[in-house]
C-alpha cells in the first residue's frame, strides 16, 4: 500500500500531468531527514500547512503592479518581449513557450526559459495564473517556478483546494521553507507576487552573509526574509554555497500551461562582502555620499538670483553636508551683505523683513548648534543682534 503511493507520488513529482485519484500532502520516507537545523523532513506530509488568508482584490494591487520608473521589463504582454527570453537547454534557441492574449504561455515538455538579461538583487514582479479547469493534484496541478538567478526556486502551484506537502506550496521557497499563508485566488485568475531577493555573499570561500528571500503573493505576506540555504533540489536539502556574480531569472516547464505576464524587475544595490546591509553606511560610504549631495545643493545655489537670500541660505545648507571653508566665507560675505542692506532701510520699512531675518537668524542658530559653523561666526551674532533690537524672537 505504502510502495503504490509512494510511486504514484513519485510519477507526479517527476514532471507528470496525471492526476492523482486521491489528494495527498506527500508521504514518509522520502526527502532528506531531518538534521541538526531542521526539525522536518524535506517535503514532509508532517509539516503544517499555509493558512488560509484571502488575497487583496485585484483592483488594489493592479496600481502597485505597474512596473515603476527605473524597472527593467522582462515581459510586458507583447510578442516582441519573448525575444528577451531563451530556451533554458539552449540559451542559444528562442523559447518555445507563447504568447497568447498578452501572456507567455509555458508550452509543455518544451523545458524551462530564462531571461537574457542577466542579474543579482532585486525587487521583482510577477503574475502568473494557473491552467483552468484545474487538472491533477498535488504537486500535479499548475505547477512552474520562478528561479532567481536561476537558482532558488520561488514556487508556482495552483494550490487552491489543492494541498501538497507544506515546503512545496505556492511561493514556498520551494523544499525549504513553507509559505506564511496561502493567499491564492482560483485558477484562471493572476496572482501578483512581489519579491526582494539578495543573493548570498563569499568572500575567501567563506560565507559572510548567505542571502535573502521577501515575498509576498496578492499583498500577503509570504516569506519574511527567508535565508537562502543554497540552490532548491528535490527531496534533497540545497547545501550552501557560492553564487555567481549575477544570474538569469528562469521560469518553470514542470508539464503545466502556466502563464506569465507583467514581469519587471528593479536592481538593488548589490551586497558586498563585509558591508552591512541593512543598517547605517560605512564611515566611507557616508563621506562620499556627504560630500555628493554638498556639491549638488552648491551648484542649485549657483543658479538661484546671485546675491539673493535664497542663494545665501542654500550655500549655508551645504555646510550640513561638507564643511568647506571657500563655501563658509561666501556665506559670511553674502550674509554680512543682507545683513547691512537690512539695517539699511528706513525705519517704516524695516517690519517687512522680519520673517526673512527671523529665518536666518534661526539657520545661522541651527549651524552654529551642530559646531558647522563657530558659536561666534560673525553673521549669526549680527542677526541675533538685530533681531533681538527689534524684538524679533528666534527658536531656542
Ligand atoms: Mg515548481
Not at 12 to 41: I, K, M, R
Not at 199 to 217: A, E
Not at 247 to 274: E, M, S, T
Request: glycine letters at 8%; charged letters at 25%.
Amino acid at each position: 500500500m505504502k510502495l503504490d503511493s509512494a510511486l504514484l507520488i513519485g510519477a507526479a513529482l517527476s514532471f507528470a500531468t496525471a492526476a492523482f485519484a486521491e489528494v495527498s500532502t506527500g508521504h514518509p520516507f522520502y526527502g532528506d531527514p531531518p538534521d541538526d537545523n531542521h526539525p522536518w523532513c524535506v517535503h514532509d506530509q508532517n509539516r503544517p500547512q499555509p493558512k488560509l488568508v484571502k488575497p487583496l482584490p485585484e483592483s488594489k494591487l493592479e496600481a502597485k503592479a505597474k512596473a515603476p520608473a527605473g524597472a527593467i521589463v522582462l515581459f510586458d504582454g507583447t510578442e516582441a518581449c519573448l525575444s528577451k527570453w531563451v530556451s533554458d537547454k539552449n540559451p542559444n534557441e528562442p523559447t518555445k513557450w507563447i504568447v497568447r492574449n498578452g501572456n507567455m504561455e509555458c508550452v509543455p515538455k518544451s523545458g524551462y526559459v530564462r531571461t537574457k538579461e542577466e542579474f543579482s538583487d532585486c525587487q521583482l514582479h510577477v503574475e502568473w495564473a494557473a491552467p483552468t479547469p484545474p487538472e491533477g493534484d498535488s504537486q500535479g496541478r499548475g505547477n512552474s517556478g520562478i528561479f532567481l538567478m536561476g537558482m532558488v526556486e520561488i514556487q508556482v502551484l495552483d494550490n487552491f483546494d489543492n494541498p501538497t506537502y507544506a515546503d512545496g506550496f505556492a511561493c514556498s521557497m520551494y523544499g525549504v521553507s513553507p509559505p506564511l499563508a496561502n493567499a491564492l485566488r482560483p485558477p484562471g485568475e493572476f496572482q501578483f507576487v512581489d519579491i526582494t531577493f539578495h543573493r548570498p555573499i563569499y568572500k575567501d570561500d567563506k560565507c559572510v552573509d548567505p542571502g535573502w528571500v521577501t515575498v509576498y503573493c496578492n499583498g500577503v505576506l509570504m516569506q519574511d526574509r527567508q535565508q537562502i540555504e543554497g540552490p532548491t533540489g528535490h527531496g534533497r536539502r540545497p547545501k550552501p554555497c557560492a553564487f555567481p556574480e549575477k544570474g538569469p531569472l528562469k521560469l518553470q516547464d514542470h508539464g503545466n500551461p502556466v502563464r506569465f505576464r507583467n514581469i519587471w524587475y528593479c536592481p538593488l544595490d548589490p551586497a558586498k562582502a563585509g558591508a552591512p546591509k541593512h543598517g547605517p553606511m560605512t564611515a566611507k560610504a557616508t563621506a562620499a555620499k556627504r560630500k555628493e549631495l554638498a556639491a549638488s545643493i552648491r551648484k542649485d545655489a549657483a543658479g538661484k538670483p546671485a546675491g539673493s537670500v535664497e542663494q545665501m541660505l542654500r550655500f549655508a545648507e551645504s555646510l550640513v553636508y561638507e564643511k568647506d571653508d571657500a563655501t563658509c566665507k561666501k556665506v559670511e560675505q553674502m550674509a554680512g551683505q543682507y545683513l547691512a542692506g537690512v539695517k539699511q532701510l528706513p525705519a517704516d520699512q524695516i517690519g517687512s523683513k522680519k520673517d526673512e531675518v527671523t529665518q536666518v537668524g534661526n539657520d545661522f542658530k541651527y549651524l552654529a548648534k551642530w559646531n558647522i559653523v563657530p558659536d561666534d561666526f560673525g553673521p549669526k551674532v549680527e542677526v541675533e543682534k538685530l533681531a533681538k533690537e527689534h524684538g524679533w524672537k528666534l527658536k531656542k
